[in-house]
Structure formats: structure tokens, C-alpha cells
């Protein structure tokens, strides 16, 4: 189990960086807030709640652009309550662009995945609606932002739901 956590860390934080040997297609500077992110690769970890049953939420979190708007990525949660319970679920999002607004990349996703605890039990999660803004600190490197997300958690034979709230994510793109 430690071997597993410890990989798919490791994928999440190390690979994005060696895998994205290709440059960003623009130049950084403030004027380029908001531009292209088709082919790029971004890292991040945040920190939040969930409040079903009221718990610390650690996230690390990879994501691929496949297009402009379009991203496809994996988040590893680890809810620290009672119990330890690791999340990874496949994320998809849709991210918003307003021209007078550079800095600021609201974003809407949905996400696939599955959930174990220590206590030996898991299930399937399903993300519906995931809802968060970045902000771009750096030009496009670094974005800090929240995300709320509804959890549909089942077991098949038992179905609950969550809440969660990223309340800081920091983002940094390669």
C-alpha cells in the first residue's frame, strides 16, 4: 500500500515535469496572462474540508490540457478523519476564458473514481458538479484558487454523499 501511495505520488509531482520537455507557446510576461495552455501540463497540491462527516482534505493533483479549454487530469485525496481515506478519481474540466478578466480562469468538471480507507472499506466516487476559479499569480506558471465539488460515494450496497471544499490549491504549470 505504501509502495502505491508513494508511485502515484510521484507520478503526480515528478513526471509532468520530465514528460513536458516543450516550451509554452508564448513568451512570459504580464502581458500574456491568459494565454494558450493547449499541451501543457500542470501540478498541484491543495488543502481543504469535506463536511459530510467533517474531515481535513489533503489533494495532490495532475492535468493535462488537450485543448485550450478542455483538461483531463487524476486527484489524489487524502481525508484525514476517524480514519484515513484515499480518493483518486479521473477529472475532466471545462475552463472558462473572459477577456477582461485575464488573470481569473473560472472552470466546471466531473470526475470518475474510487475511494478506500484503513478501516478496509471502499467504494466509487462520483464528482458532479466540481466548481473552482484559479487565479494567475504568475504568467503561466503559477494559480492559486478554491473548488467546491459534490461526492455521490457508493459502495452498491450503500450510497452517500460529500461536500468538498478546496479552500487554497496551488497550481503550477509546466
Known sequence: MKKTLFLV???????????????????????NFGADRTGTIQSGLGVGLVFHDPAFDFRLEGEYFVTHNISAGLNLDIITHDSTTF??????RYHLDFD?????????????????????????DILIPAIG?????????LFLGPELGVHIVTDFSDTTW??????VQAIYRF
Open 162 to 167: 460529500d461536500v468538498s471544499l478546496m479552500i
Open 9 to 31: 505520488l510521484v507520478s503526480l509531482l515528478v513526471v509532468p515535469s520530465l514528460a513536458s520537455a516543450k516550451k509554452l507557446p508564448y513568451k512570459h510576461s504580464v502581458e
Open 133 to 141: 476559479a484559479k487565479y494567475e499569480v504568475i504568467a503561466g506558471r
Open 87 to 92: 480518493g483518486f478519481d479521473f477529472v475532466g
Open 100 to 124: 477582461n478578466l485575464p488573470r481569473l480562469v473560472p472552470y466546471v468538471g466531473a470526475g470518475l473514481g474510487a475511494v478506500i480507507n484503513t478501516v478496509g472499506s471502499g467504494g466509487m
